[in-house]
C-alpha cells in the first residue's frame, strides 16, 4: 500500500463536497447533505489520502447509550481503492482518538444487508451486541456492533 496518509480535517466542512465524492464512488449507500452536515457539527473526521482523497471515517466522541464508548458514524473508501489496507488504517486513527479521549469501546450500526461491511467489521474485532428491526424500513434491520479496546 504506496502513500497512504490519514489526517484528521480540521475544517470538514470546507471539504463537504470531496467527502460526498468519495461516498458516491464507495459502492455502498451515498451519504446525504444534511446528514453530513448533521455530523460535521459533532463528530471529528479522518480523511485517507492516496495522492487525492480515496476514503474517509467520521466518529461521534459521544456513543448515546454508552458513556464509556464512541460511535463510528461511517468509514467508506472509493472502489478503486478498496481491499488495500486503507480501511484499516482509517480505523486505527478512530481507535486512537477514542483511547485518547479515555474511551474503551467503539460502537457501531450498520445494515444487516451490508455483507460486505459486516466482514470488514468482523475482520477488525466487532461483535454483533444487539438488533434494531426496521430501522432502514420494513424488514430494513441494523445491527450494533461494538469493539473493545485495550486500555
Ligand atoms: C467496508 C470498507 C470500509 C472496507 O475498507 P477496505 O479499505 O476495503 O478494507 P481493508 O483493505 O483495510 O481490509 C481490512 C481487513 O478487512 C478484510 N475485509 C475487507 N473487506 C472485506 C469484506 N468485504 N469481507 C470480508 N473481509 C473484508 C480484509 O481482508 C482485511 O483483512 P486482512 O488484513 O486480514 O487481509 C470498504 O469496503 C467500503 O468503503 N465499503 C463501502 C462503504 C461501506 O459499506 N461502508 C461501511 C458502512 S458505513
Known amino acids: 500500500m504506496d502513500h497512504v496518509k490519514i489526517r484528521q480535517l480540521k475544517n470538514p466542512k470546507k471539504l463537504k463536497q470531496t467527502l460526498m465524492n468519495i461516498s458516491k464512488q464507495s459502492g455502498g449507500s ?3 447533505s444534511k446528514w ?10 479522518f480523511m485517507a489520502e492516496q495522492d487525492e482523497p ?15 464508548g464512541t460511535e463510528l458514524d461511517i468509514i ?5 481503492s478498496q ?3 486503507i480501511g484499516r488504517l482509517l480505523l486505527d486513527k478512530t481507535i486512537e482518538f477514542t483511547q485518547r479521549l479515555g474511551k474503551t469501546k467503539i460502537y457501531l450500526f450498520v445494515s444487516q444487508k451490508n455483507i460486505d461491511a459486516l466482514g470488514f467489521y468482523e ?3 466487532f461483535v454483533e451486541k444487539g438488533i434494531l428491526k426496521d430501522r432502514y424500513g420494513p424488514g430494513e434491520h441494523s445491527l450494533i456492533m461494538k469493539k473493545e479496546l485495550e486500555i
Request: charged share 30%; net charge positive.
Open 36 to 45: 453530513l452536515d448533521r455530523r460535521i457539527k459533532t463528530n471529528v473526521f
Open 83 to 85: 481491499r488495500q489496507g
Open 54 to 68: 480515496v476514503g474517509f471515517a467520521s466518529i461521534c466522541p459521544d456513543f448515546k447509550y454508552d458513556r464509556t
Open 123 to 125: 475482520k477488525m474485532g
Open 30 to 32: 451515498p451519504v446525504g
Open 76 to 80: 467508506t473508501i472509493c472502489q478503486k
